[in-house]
């Protein structure tokens, strides 16, 4: 998967799940959920800590760059996108219960893939752009531009669309997160509005 912060650029090709389902088993069997300090690096992080008091926004805090994952928040939305088995069947499904479930089960979806140990995207500066798409196996695509609207406090704006499929995707995701003393907090608000084109009375669709 490429690394896919950038300003200006052609949209990035980014892979499907199943890639990054095996990759995380991988990383699992290996135990690299844990992510290793090294003695300097655990000095950095005391200092860091020493600074802070309970409650501190940790989005104004320089974080060191080994505790970071090496891509953009606008790109790390789009691990829900990711599981094209669970996505794109949701429009055809007729009955209105089934297609809630379907819904609830493509959301949990995105919380499947993680970067070993506990990292922390990078922040986009105001500005930034995402952009990617995806090749489904029935030869259609995906697509997905976001940009970050917003830089304190931090909020990503985001697209995506696969308009064979009848999916649209609007939303807005804004990251909290708080140092607790002993441990750290991390608040994921937003809002996001998936709309089946095929479906409803009103033009924009089933929301």
């Not at 690394?3 to 052609?10: A, D, K």
């Not at 993680?114 to 500005?127: A, R, S, W």
């Not at 952009?131 to 940009?147: A, V």
Request: proline residues 9%; aromatic residues 8%; charged residues 25%.
């Amino acid at each position: 998967m490429p690394l896919g912060h950038h300003i200006h650029g052609e949209p990035r090709r980014l892979s499907l799940s199943k890639k990054s389902a095996d990759e995380s088993r991988a990383d699992q069997a290996g135990g690299e959920d844990e992510t290793v300090v090294e003695p300097d690096q655990g000095n950095v992080l005391s200092h860091i800590i020493s600074q802070l008091r309970p409650g501190a926004d940790l989005s104004r805090v320089t974080l060191p760059t080994f505790i970071l994952e090496p891509r953009s928040m606008l790109e790390r939305i789009t691990n829900f996108m990711a599981h094209p088995e669970t996505l794109l069947p949701m429009p055809d499904i007729d009955d209105p219960v089934q297609r809630f479930l379907s819904v609830v089960k493509f959301y949990l979806s995105g919380w499947h893939i993680k970067p070993p140990g506990v990292k922390k995207p990078l922040n986009p500066i105001l500005g930034e752009t995402f952009t990617c798409y995806w090749d489904y196996p029935d030869n259609t695509k995906g697509y997905y531009i976001s940009e970050q609207t917003c830089h304190h406090p931090p909020k990503s704006s985001y697209f995506f669309m696969a308009p064979e499929h009848n999916i649209r995707i609007d939303g807005a995701l804004k990251p909290r997160s708080k140092f607790l003393g002993n441990s750290a907090a991390s608040m994921m608000e937003g809002v996001g509005v998936l709309r089946f084109m095929n479906r409803g009375t009103s033009k924009g669709g089933e929301k």
